[in-house]
Nanobody, 124 residues
Framework: QVQLVESGGGLVQAGGSLRLSCAAS????????MGWFRQAPGKEREFVAA????????YYSDSVKGRFTISRDNAQNTVYLQMNSLKPEDTAVYYC?????????????????WGQGTQVTVSS
């Protein structure tokens, strides 16, 4: 059974940083593309970042490019999202997801497995 468990969320002031983690189990982690998505209240879930199976390629939404960094440790079956220069509009529940294939997809329907999410709140 595949499980993705996010951690590291919390309350931070604008301009601050947080590092999210997502621990995977139940599948061969290195065979899956990993992504981060977020969902703010009343809004649709949106793509944040994705990383290739070996970590060599990454892709970001325009709204986080230059502020967030996605990385992975295949030995630890974990994907990370380093978030710097946080803004109030980054407030959302953040989800990690995994998918097979080679494309760094941005659509939620392209991902096979999802975590339960971790809340990030950025105060102004």
């Amino acid at each position: 059974q595949v499980q993705l468990v996010e951690s590291g969320g919390g309350l931070v002031q604008a301009g601050g940083s947080l590092r999210l983690s997502c621990a995977a189990s139940g599948h061969t982690f290195s065979a899956y593309i990993m992504g981060w998505f977020r969902q703010a209240p009343g809004k649709e879930r949106e793509f944040v970042a994705a990383i290739s199976r070996n970590g060599g390629n990454t892709y970001y939404s325009d709204s986080v490019k230059g502020r967030f960094t996605i990385s992975r440790d295949n030995a630890q079956n974990t994907v990370y999202l380093q978030m710097n220069s946080l803004k109030p509009e980054d407030t959302a529940v953040y989800y990690c997801a995994s998918r097979t294939g080679v494309i760094l997809a941005t659509k939620t329907a392209s991902y096979d497995y999802w975590g339960q999410g971790t809340q990030v709140t950025v105060s102004s």
